[in-house]
């Protein structure tokens, strides 16, 4: 069980970052040239895209998500 819940640790680390790093652009204290910060938030955006998509394949494989389901929320 633990393995399940650990497997949502990355994403959430992406999601910090990509919040701090447009943050710090934002209030313009930035300590590195401002192109390669861009380029850093963009990675971890794309990382975490990756994990929502994993995710999402990982609830169907799980069995924890059917198509019905998915239909009914959207």
Known sequence: MARKVLR???SI???K???TNLKAIAEGRV???LELLI???LSAFFVGIFFFCDHYLWLFKMGLAT???I???M
């Open 31 to 33: 300590n590195e040239p």
């Open 67 to 69: 198509s019905d389901a």
């Open 17 to 19: 970052t990509i919040i």
């Open 8 to 10: 949502f640790g990355p």
């Open 71 to 73: 239909r009914i929320q």
């Open 39 to 41: 380029l850093k938030t």
């Open 13 to 15: 680390n992406c999601l």
